[in-house]
């Protein structure tokens, strides 16, 4: 299947620090990427969708201004975690549809990012 | 609005035997349906989907589920369950009506135990 590469897997950072995750579709284009996260022993939730070249749909109750989505090509989303704080500690997890699947393909998941705020 | 409930939590099975787990959806057209499974501190693996057609759908590692549209379910199986498929298990849907909305809604997940 193909495949989709997350960065870094494990982030511990200092509180009020700002942290970048990347997530790339390596043998694939995808116009949209969903960024989920997991809480421990959860289900994921979406938190936004990146939509290439112009600006990511939130889910309610997402702060867009504490997680900024820019999704500047056809492979790669970046999710920046701003100002941290020890509650933005979780399991962040990206994932995309391959452009020439349509809307019945299915999504490719990136391993996941760990973050800790201390 | 679409939504996904896997009633079980975990489920136990000894190594060998059939296992089920269980997914029931809600949508307002029709659903785009899939497995995906989950080992600790990793991404989601994707093992099979039912778009359209056979209501018996054959994925990886030898799962399968049947979609039935009458109970809007779709239960994964596998006829002889082994140790390294102990994982979590997410069961998640798409509706085809709601064309505003792309991304995946996942159930609870469900925890899959095979005793030796």
């Known amino acids: 299947g193909a495949v989709v590469s997350q960065h870094p897997s494990w982030v511990i950072c200092k509180s009020g620090t700002s942290v970048k995750i990347e997530c790339r579709s390596l043998?694939?284009?995808?116009?949209?990427m969903f960024w989920y996260r997991q809480f421990p022993k959860q289900s994921l939730m979406l938190m936004a969708t990146?939509?290439?070249?112009?600006?990511?749909?939130?889910e309610q109750g997402v702060e867009k201004d504490k997680f900024l989505i820019n999704h500047a090509s056809l492979t790669l989303s970046t999710l920046t975690v701003t100002s941290a704080h020890p509650e933005d500690s979780s399991f962040y997890i990206c994932s995309a549809r391959d452009l020439a699947s349509g809307s019945a393909g299915e999504l490719f998941f990136g391993e996941g990012s760990r973050l800790t705020v201390l | 609005a679409q939504s996904v409930a896997q009633p079980e939590d975990q489920v136990n099975v000894a190594e060998g035997n059939p296992l089920t787990v269980k997914c029931t959806y809600s949508?307002?057209?029709?659903?785009?349906l899939f497995w995906y499974v989950q080992y600790p501190n990793r991404g989601l693996q994707f093992l099979l989907k039912?778009?359209?057609?056979?209501?018996l759908v054959k994925g990886s590692y030898g799962f399968e589920a049947e979609f039935n549209k009458s109970q809007t379910s779709f239960h994964l199986k596998k006829p002889s369950a082994l140790v390294s498929d102990s994982a979590l298990y997410f069961c998640?849907?798409?509706?085809?009506?709601?064309?505003?909305?792309?991304?995946?809604?996942f159930g609870s997940g469900t925890r899959l135990q095979v005793q030796p």
């Open positions: 039912y778009i359209t057609g056979d209501n």
């Open positions: 990146s939509n290439e070249g112009s600006k990511a749909t939130y």
């Open positions: 949508v307002s057209g029709n659903p785009y």
């Open positions: 998640a849907v798409r509706d085809t009506m709601d064309t505003g909305r792309r991304a995946l809604t």
């Open positions: 043998d694939f284009q995808a116009t949209t």
